[in-house]
């Protein structure tokens, strides 16, 4: 079967770093999303990778190894802000979209 | 990214009523739209995709009759909750992407739904 594993909660102190990673098993594999979800919004869209590397987009990066089946989502001077849920969904051979359950990250001042 | 807008934002209604929800695209042409369900605490759940002139595609397990879609042009999407019930309360989200299978899916604001 196909899942995503990435953990329930994590919290973090303001100003510092987090890293919020994510297995994955699929039938295929088309690329890996990272998306925001404040609570009680819809998710925002923060990150593709389809590649293995590191990309990097502000305050925010995201790590991909296709063959560790293995992504991470580093948010660098965290901000009270930056609380909320963080999906990982991977897109599969059948460019359907597999999500996980997602992170629940709790910043303290 | 594309712009996404849902109506209504939060609906109230009683057991037994039809509800219908909008997504419009505001700013592309999206072939293809999917609308999600999500229970408090839980992953977004895809309940069916839907391409512009054609019947929706649904999930197992999603009830076609009870959820009904119309995709009737590039900017706009409906889905019908008919005869509503207590355990059809979510947060219903629809998502727009662009021709190609591979373009990220934006999402809508959601719709809060709430059957007494």
């Known amino acids: 079967g196909q899942n995503i594993d990435q953990p329930t909660e994590m919290t973090a102190t303001e100003g510092a770093i987090v890293q919020i990673n994510c297995t994955y098993q699929?039938?295929?594999?088309?690329?890996l999303f990272w998306y925001q979800q404040h609570a009680g919004e819809a998710p925002t869209f923060l990150s593709y990778?389809?590649l293995d590397g590191l990309e990097e987009k502000g305050r925010f990066s995201s790590f991909l190894s296709r063959s560790k089946g293995y992504s991470y989502l580093l948010l660098k001077e965290l901000q009270m802000k930056d609380s909320a849920s963080y999906l990982c969904?991977?897109?599969?051979?059948?460019?359907?979209?597999?999500w996980g359950a997602g992170t629940k990250l709790i910043i303290k001042p | 990214g594309a712009v996404v807008s849902q109506h209504p934002s939060r609906v109230i209604c009683k057991s037994g009523t039809s509800v219908k929800i909008e997504c419009r695209s505001l700013?592309?042409?999206?072939?293809?739209m999917f609308w999600y369900r999500q229970f408090p605490k839980k992953s977004l759940m895809l309940m069916a995709t839907?391409?512009?002139?054609?019947?929706?595609?649904?999930e197992q397990g999603v009830e076609k009759d009870k959820f009904l879609i119309n995709h009737a042009s590039l900017t706009l999407s409906t889905l019908t909750v008919t005869s509503a019930h207590p355990e059809d309360s979510s947060f219903y989200i629809c998502?727009?992407?662009?021709?190609?299978?591979?373009?990220?899916?934006?999402f809508g604001p959601g719709t809060r739904l709430l059957v007494l």
């Open positions: 998502s727009v992407k662009a021709g190609s299978v591979q373009e990220t899916q934006y």
């Open positions: 700013d592309f042409q999206a072939t293809t």
């Open positions: 839907s391409n512009e002139g054609s019947k929706a595609t649904y």
């Open positions: 699929t039938s295929g594999f088309n690329g």
């Open positions: 990778n389809v």
């Open positions: 969904a991977v897109m599969d051979s059948n460019y359907q979209l597999i």
